[in-house]
Each structure stands twice: as structure tokens, then as C-alpha cells.
């Protein structure tokens, strides 16, 4: 039988999703040290690109639960000197019961997802970033309960983030409204697919209105550093600011999955000020992936 993957959010359903959520949020509140369901289990982590987040929130959250995880970089690996995907999928998968690839590209996670016997989770790649939307969504509903119904906006570059917050919006029922410079948007083929959740707008500030949620990230994603200086220009009137903040809702809150570069995509005095979860958003790493680990391999979410 075919393992469940959690590749993409469009890989849960609505009920799953808000299940994982309550799921985080009760292991968040009630840590309980005997609670060890993947004791001896091994996690294996192969990350092309940095991490602190992600790597910290898997490797704890596989030790709380009385596994292990181990990093892989390709740099380290035979991966890194052309061994097929294929094959490593197949080999890694023998000797461990989960695997989480951060990669450049998509399509590495969905070959290992392809040839693994074990679930695979995609922790990050240039289309998607499936893994952060879990925390950010435990982190809205913590604040402010169920978010169907809701405005999320997003400024910005249409990318991993963007994809996965258009996602949840279709998932879990939201609309989301977009504003990103004319050659950033998001990919036609995904905002095709989510029809009327969402709605792209000029401005920042036209798309800020009414909204529930804030939502950015960096102008130049990992890989792209040596295309800083032309985004800069291009997203020059993109940054999420007071202004911004004060034509959304007064009780809307803003969200930044981290790193940040302040005075760019945010401006200091919204990151650091009361309208802003990013630290309980960075935290509800660890709970939302513990949940999500839990119900891939021990089949039980409660
Ligand atoms: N937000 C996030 O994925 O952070 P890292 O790159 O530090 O893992
Ligand atoms: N869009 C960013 C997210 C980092 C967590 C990147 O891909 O670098």
C-alpha cells in the first residue's frame, strides 16, 4: 500500500486540516514527557537549502516524541554526486520511517514521494512550503478561532508562501487577496484552480481593506540572492507598513514565516509591534508538525 505523503495542503481535506490544528494546539498546551507514539522511529531530513525553523521544529519535535531525526545534505550524500533519485528514495526509505526533503525543485519531492515507502513531506521547495501554512493557521486560530469565512491579504512575491496561502484558502475556506508586482505574480495553474478564493489587487493598500490576516515574505527567495537588487526595485511599493496595517481590520493580525529583512517586505514597526504573532507563528513549527508526523505514521489524529 502507498504511503500518505503530505506533499501539498491540497493533500488534506478541510476536516484534516482543522483536526491537525486542534491536534497542535492540544500538544502545545498539555506536553506530556511519557507521550513517546514514535518511539525508535527515525525521521530522515535531506535540506538542499538553509533552515533553522524547520530542521529545529523536526529534529525536537521527533526527540518529544521519543524518536530520532537524522540531516542530510546533499553535499554529504551520494545525492549530491548524481546518485538516481529513484534509487536514493527507494535505499533511504528502507531504513527509516519517514523522510522531509527541503529542494530547489518540486519535483524532487514528488520522485522521492513516488519510489519512498515511507511518508514523505515536502519541508519546503520553490513551489510550495506546505509544512509553514500548518503553523500559521494553528497561529490564527489560536487568536482569533475557525478562519473560513475570513480575508487573509497577501503582498508580495507570488511564491512557495503565496502558492501554499492559496491553497489554504481553498482548503479551508478563506479568501485570500493578492497584490504582487506585475512579473511576481503567483503561477496561472494555481490560481486558476482555487476560482473565486481568490482576488488579485493593483495596490498593497487596496488589497490591505477589510482584511483579517497580513501576510509577507522576502523579496529574493533562497536561490534567487543574486536577484536582490533588481527586486528591490520591483517591490519597492510592497512593503507591509502602518499604512498598510491600518486598512485592514483594527483587530487583523500580520504574519511572516522568517527570516525577515526589516525596512524591505516589512517595516520594523509592524514586525515588532502588537498587530504581529511571527515569534507564536515560528514556535507552532514544532506543534503543527508534531500533530502532522503523528497523523502520517501513527494513523491516529485526535
Ligand atoms: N520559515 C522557515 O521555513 O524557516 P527556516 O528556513 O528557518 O526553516
Ligand atoms: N520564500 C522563502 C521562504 C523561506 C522560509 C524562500 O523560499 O526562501
Not at 488589497?207 to 509577507?216: G, H, I, R, Y
Request: include cysteine; hydrophobic fraction near 40%; glycine fraction near 6%.
Amino acid at each position: 500500500m502507498n504511503p500518505r505523503h503530505f506533499i501539498s495542503l491540497l493533500d488534506l481535506s478541510g476536516d484534516e486540516f482543522r483536526s491537525l490544528i486542534s491536534r497542535a494546539i492540544a500538544l502545545k498546551n498539555n506536553r506530556d514527557p511519557d507521550y513517546q507514539p514514535l518511539k525508535g522511529q527515525v525521521l530522515a531530513m535531506i535540506f538542499e537549502k538553509s533552515s533553522t525553523r524547520t530542521r529545529i521544529s523536526f529534529e525536537a519535535g521527533m526527540s518529544h516524541f521519543g524518536g530520532s531525526a537524522l540531516f542530510l545534505s546533499p553535499r554529504d550524500t551520494q545525492l549530491g554526486r548524481g546518485e538516481p533519485l529513484q534509487d536514493s528514495a527507494k535505499v533511504i526509505s528502507s531504513m527509516v520511517d519517514c523522510i522531509m526533503l527541503r529542494t530547489d525543485k518540486h519535483e524532487t519531492v514528488t520522485t522521492f514521494a513516488q519510489y519512498s515507502s515511507v511518508p514523505v513531506i515536502n519541508g519546503l521547495t520553490d513551489l510550495q512550503h506546505p509544512c509553514q501554512l500548518l503553523a500559521d493557521m494553528q497561529t490564527y486560530f489560536e487568536h482569533r478561532g475557525d478562519i473560513k469565512g475570513k480575508t487573509v491579504t497577501w503582498i508580495g512575491d507570488g511564491n512557495n508562501m503565496c502558492h501554499s496561502y492559496i491553497h489554504a484558502a481553498m482548503v479551508l475556506g478563506f479568501t485570500l487577496n493578492i497584490a504582487c508586482p506585475k512579473n511576481y505574480q503567483p503561477l496561472a495553474s494555481i490560481v486558476d484552480a482555487a476560482g473565486e478564493r481568490v482576488r488579485f489587487f493593483d495596490t498593497p493598500l487596496e488589497a490591505a481593506q477589510n482584511s483579517d490576516l497580513v501576510v509577507t515574505d522576502v523579496w529574493a527567495s533562497m536561490g534567487q540572492e543574486e536577484e536582490q537588487k533588481q527586486r528591490e526595485l520591483a517591490f519597492k511599493d510592497y512593503q507591509v507598513n502602518a499604512e498598510i496595517m491600518k486598512a485592514a481590520h483594527s483587530d487583523a493580525l500580520f504574519m511572516h514565516c522568517l527570516p525577515a529583512h526589516r525596512g524591505e517586505e516589512v517595516s520594523a514597526e509592524v514586525i515588532d509591534g502588537s498587530q504581529s504573532v511571527i515569534f507564536d507563528e515560528a514556535e507552532n513549527r514544532l506543534h503543527a508538525q508534531k500533530a502532522l508526523l503523528e497523523f502520517l505514521l501513527c494513523n491516529k489524529p485526535r
